[in-house]
T-cell receptor, first 115, second 113 residues
Framework: DAGVIQSPRHEVTEMGQEVTLRCKPISGHNSLFWYRQTMMRGLELLIYFNNNVPIDDSGMPEDRFSAKMPNASFSTLKIQPSEPRDSAVYFC?????????????FGPGTRLLVL | GQQLNQSPQSMFIQEGEDVSMNCTSSSIFNTWLWYKQDPGEGPVLLIALYKAGELTSNGRLTAQFGITRKDSFLNISASIPSDVGIYFCAGQPYNNAGNMLTFGGGTRLMVKP
């Protein structure tokens, strides 16, 4: 069974450019989460969706970040314009949202380097 | 927000030794999860715990959901070199209206052959 799929696995871009990260959750899962991981701050939740609807985006750093989930099998995280401090590993995770028994499964991550 | 205190931050052990790490919180949790992250990869779920006092094993790994619901531990018996990685605890807070997880800071495990 396929796990969470993320693309690209690696992205190198220049400051000011737009970056789009993609995620396909596990089939049947109705919750999707975007995380950012850095050495300094560890794993940070950026935003999450239930049934394609954004529920909590309080972790989104600023207006340069946006996320969409147009359907149950696809989500994007966009950074425009990108800055060097956005360099991090971005993970997508999904879960079946079973109320009090939350179990999230992570994708392999996108390693972003902004020069 | 709520924080999970994970300890130790790092461990350097000899192959064959047992390993123990734990997470604590001042708040009550409904769910405790333990993940392992290999270099260049995403966290992989090792063990999920859903009930206070629950003790669950996965091969050489054993984890327990503390009876106070404020802590959990993970033990690895007879460590081998492929156990190297970062181990994260995560929990779903009792008063969490949604399904967000709180993560510990990770325990970096290094195993000397």
């Amino acid at each position: 069974d396929a796990g969470v799929i993320q693309s690209p696995r690696h992205e190198v871009t220049e400051m000011g450019q737009e970056v789009t990260l993609r995620c396909k959750p596990i089939s049947g899962h109705n919750s999707l989460f975007w995380y950012r991981q850095t050495m300094m701050r560890g794993l940070e939740l950026l935003i999450y969706f239930n049934n394609n609807v954004p529920i909590d985006d309080s972790g989104m750093p600023e207006d340069r970040f946006s996320a969409k989930m147009p359907n149950a099998s696809f989500s994007t995280l966009k950074i425009q314009p990108s800055e060097p401090r956005d360099s991090a590993v971005y993970f997508c995770a999904s879960s079946a949202a079973s109320g009090s028994y939350e179990t999230q499964y992570f994708g392999p991550g996108t390693r972003l380097l902004v020069l | 927000g709520q924080q999970l205190n994970q300890s130790p931050q790092s461990m350097f052990i000899q192959e064959g030794e047992d390993v123990s790490m734990n997470c604590t919180s001042s708040s009550i949790f409904n769910t405790w999860l333990w993940y392992k992250q290999d270099p260049g990869e995403g966290p992989v779920l090792l063990i999920a715990l859903y009930k206070a006092g629950e003790l669950t094993s996965n091969g050489r790994l054993t984890a327990q959901f503390g009876i106070t619901r404020k802590d959990s531990f993970l033990n690895i018996s007879a460590s081998i070199p492929s156990d190297v990685g970062i181990y994260f605890c995560a929990g779903q807070p009792y008063n969490n209206a949604g399904n967000m997880l709180t993560f510990g800071g990770g325990t970096r495990l290094m195993v000397k052959p």
